[in-house]
């Protein structure tokens, strides 16, 4: 039973028996005020005065609620605490919840207390239909990502594809050169993994924004009426299409910088051992 109850639901708040305590108080003395009243007959509406009475009342009333409304939680939470300890099983069907616990409406109950903080370790599962108990929820199984190959060829495949559905002989050319060029890092990335890092800029930003900009032109080529936005829109992206094939450029070329640097420090390691050797001058 402990196992299930947290401190909220075995000690009363610090707060509860002052609140209690005011509030006995304060209806004590609006009720003496309100007998006064009556027994000298100074109440010139009875109606109006009444109703200031009955809210004057009922907000004096509310600390005393808020006291037993907590005790009642603590109630609750402790008899639904009680029978689910004497239960042995890893989870309860949602169905069974009310008969085993008592409670009626038992599964709204114990969501509520949860949040609360009047129960612990358990988790209602609606979708399977059962209480989890002692924290025995299995954990979900991760969802297997898709391997970089895949993820490359279907990026590629969609480049293609915008560029079949694309008419202008210039943008296809545009096109055909960025999707070799994106073929060509998928490629040294695939042979290189410890350059994914490198080409990360390419992948989140390049990539998606060269995508949108196809789709968009696509959309805009579609059209039967070529009005002066669509044609100024569609010269905007034909531009940001040419500075996107020379970024990528740039970044292919970025992806061999290591090997450059290499290349010439091994070329005159090279020729500093053939000077060595006197083959060359």
Request: aromatic residues 6%; proline residues 5%.
């Amino acid at each position: 039973m402990e196992r299930y109850l947290t401190k909220n639901s075995t000690r009363m708040a610090w707060w509860e028996i002052p609140n209690v305590l005011l509030s006995a108080l304060l209806i004590s003395v609006c009720l003496q005020v309100l007998s006064e009243d009556i027994a000298a007959k100074s109440l010139n509406d009875p109606f109006v005065d009444g109703a200031a009475y009955a809210t004057v009342f009922f907000m004096m009333l509310l600390p005393l609620l808020f006291a037993v409304r907590r005790m009642l939680r603590r109630r609750t939470a402790r008899k639904i605490a009680r029978a689910l300890g004497r239960c042995d099983e890893p989870a309860l069907p949602i169905a069974r919840l009310d008969a085993v616990t008592g409670v009626r409406g038992a599964l709204r109950k114990i969501e509520r207390l949860l949040d609360k903080g009047f129960l612990r370790r358990m988790e209602p599962d609606v979708h399977d239909g059962v209480l989890w108990l002692d924290d025995t929820r299995p954990a979900p199984e991760p969802q297997p990502q898709p391997e970089p190959a895949d993820a490359h060829a279907a990026v590629l495949m969609k480049i293609r594809a915008l560029n079949d559905a694309i008419d202008d002989a210039a943008v296809s050319e545009r096109i055909e050169r960025i999707e070799a060029l994106t073929a060509s890092i998928f490629d040294t990335v695939r042979q290189r993994p410890e350059r994914a890092d490198d080409v990360r800029r390419f992948v989140n930003y390049y990539l998606p924004t060269t995508l949108r900009l196809l789709e968009t032109y696509r959309l805009m080529e579609g059209q039967s009426y070529q009005g002066q936005t669509i044609r100024e829109s569609r010269g905007k992206i034909e531009d940001a299409l040419d500075q996107l094939v020379s970024a990528i450029e740039q970044q292919q070329d970025r992806l061999f910088r290591s090997e450059a640097l290499d290349v010439e420090a091994e070329i005159q390691v090279l020729e500093t051992m053939m000077r060595s050797d006197g083959s060359i001058k």
